[in-house]
């Protein structure tokens, strides 16, 4: 059964780090763009972080460009987003989702959808 599957959400203090991870099931991430969405209560989804297929080219929101770092290791099919110097306003359900070759912001040109990993930044 294909699956995106999120781990590494929690609770966590202002200032820390936490690293999602989110691993594929029959599904060969090699030719998808991996993107993190993350929705708060009350708002809609967006776009966080994106990386091609080949990691050559990631993309980031601007509220947490320069914290966090993209990265893939498709051996192991599995994507990666770093989040350093958490803030409260990072409080919100992370997704994972994947779509062919490039990234999107938009939440409906993505493919497929994990069901999310709840991160919790509060002191």
């Known amino acids: 059964q294909l699956q995106l599957v999120e781990s590494g959400g929690g609770l966590v203090q202002p200032g820390r780090s936490l690293t999602l991870s989110c691993t594929a099931s029959e599904l060969n991430l090699d030719w998808y763009a991996i993107g993190w969405f993350r929705q708060a209560p009350g708002q809609e989804r967006e776009a966080v972080s994106c990386?091609?297929?080949?990691?050559?080219?990631?993309t980031y929101a601007d509220s947490v460009k320069g914290r966090s770092t993209i990265t893939r290791d498709n051996g192991k099919n599995t994507g990666f987003l770093q989040m350093n110097s958490l803030k409260p306003e990072d409080t919100a359900v992370y997704y994972c989702a994947v779509r062919p070759f490039r990234c999107s912001q938009s939440p409906p040109d993505m493919s497929y959808w994990g069901k999310g990993t709840l991160v919790t930044v509060s002191s």
């Open positions: 990386i091609t297929h080949t990691g050559i080219t990631t």
